[in-house]
C-alpha cells in the first residue's frame, strides 16, 4: 500500500514511519525544506523513544521517504493523511483549521482515481465533512 503523510512533525512523522515498519510504502511530505533536508540526513527532529532507529531501517529498506513535493505521491497514493498542525486562533482560541483546509485542496488537485482521505490531525467535529466538500468542490 501506498501511503502518503501530509505533515512531517509530531504526529505524521511518528504515524509514517510506523506504517513503514509494518511494511507500507511511505512518503512523508511537508513544506518545510529545513525540516525534509534534515529527515533525509537522518536527524530526527522530535523526540520519541526508538524513532531515530526506526526511520533510519525504514529508510535503508526503501519503504519511508521524505519529499516537499504533495503532486506526485498523492497522485500514486492508496491513502493520504492530513496530519497538519492546528494552532489555537488568536483572540477566540478555536483550532485554526486553514492548514486542513489547504492540505484538502492540493490533495484535489493532485488525486488520480480512488484515494482514501484521513484527517489525522486534531480537528473539531464536523471538519471531516468540510475537508470531504472541499475535495468535491475541488
Do not use: Q, W
Not at 497522485?75 to 486562533?89: K, M, N, W
Not at 484538502?104 to 475537508?131: L, Q, Y
Request: one cysteine or more; charged letters at 25%; proline letters at 4%.
Amino acid at each position: 500500500m501506498k501511503i502518503v503523510m501530509i505533515g512531517s512533525g509530531y504526529v505524521g512523522l511518528v504515524s509514517g514511519t510506523c506504517f513503514a515498519d509494518f511494511g507500507h510504502d511511505v512518503v512523508c511530505m511537508d513544506k518545510a525544506v529545513e525540516k525534509i533536508e534534515a529527515l533525509g540526513r537522518g536527524e530526527i527532529p522530535i523526540y520519541e523513544p526508538g524513532l531515530d532507529a526506526l526511520v533510519e531501517s525504514n529508510v535503508r529498506a526503501g519503504r519511508l521517504t521524505f519529499t516537499t513535493d504533495l503532486a506526485g505521491p498523492v497522485a500514486e497514493a492508496d491513502v493520504v493523511f492530513i496530519a497538519v498542525g492546528t494552532p489555537s486562533r488568536r483572540g477566540d482560541g478555536h483550532a485554526d483549521l486553514s492548514y486542513v483546509y489547504a492540505a484538502a485542496r492540493e490533495i484535489a488537485a493532485a488525486v488520480k482515481g480512488f484515494t482514501v482521505v484521513v484527517t489525522k490531525s486534531t480537528v473539531p467535529v464536523g471538519t471531516g465533512d468540510e475537508v470531504e466538500r472541499i475535495i468535491r468542490e475541488t
